[in-house]
Nanobody, 116 residues
C-alpha cells in the first residue's frame, strides 16, 4: 500500500489549493480515504472521510462548504479541493487509508501554509 500526497504550498487567505493523493495497493471501493491535518500545537483533525463504495463523504465542521474531497476513478487518486482558505487551515495535510477515524496506512504529508 502506498499513498503519496502532493499539491501543498503557500497561498494567500481566500485562495484555493488542490491536494492530490496518489494511491496504490488497495481498492478505493472497499476502504475509506481520509484527509487529516496536523497544525503545530494543535490536535490532529480529520478533515474529511470519503467512502467511495457507498458514495458517502463526511467533513469536519471547520471545513464544510469550503473543502471538497473526491476521487478520480481511472487514476485511483484522491483529491482535496480547498477553497476560501483561512490562516487557521495552515497545517501538514495527510491522506490515509482504512476506516473513518481509524486509518491503517498514511502518506508522508504535505505542508499547506495560508498567509499574506
Amino acid at each position: 500500500v502506498q499513498l503519496v500526497e502532493s499539491g501543498g504550498g503557500l497561498v494567500q487567505p481566500g485562495g484555493s489549493l488542490r491536494l492530490s493523493c496518489a494511491t496504490s495497493g488497495f481498492d478505493l471501493d472497499y476502504y475509506a480515504i481520509g484527509w487529516i491535518r496536523q497544525a503545530p500545537g494543535k490536535e490532529r483533525e480529520e478533515v474529511s472521510c470519503l467512502r467511495r463504495g457507498i458514495s458517502a463523504t463526511q467533513y469536519a465542521d471547520s471545513v464544510k462548504g469550503r473543502f471538497t474531497a473526491y476521487t478520480d476513478n481511472d487514476k485511483n487518486t484522491a483529491y482535496l479541493q480547498m477553497n476560501s482558505l483561512k490562516s487557521e487551515d495552515t497545517a501538514v495535510y495527510y491522506c490515509a487509508m482504512g476506516y473513518c477515524s481509524a486509518y491503517d496506512f498514511w502518506g508522508q504529508g504535505t505542508q499547506v501554509t495560508v498567509s499574506s
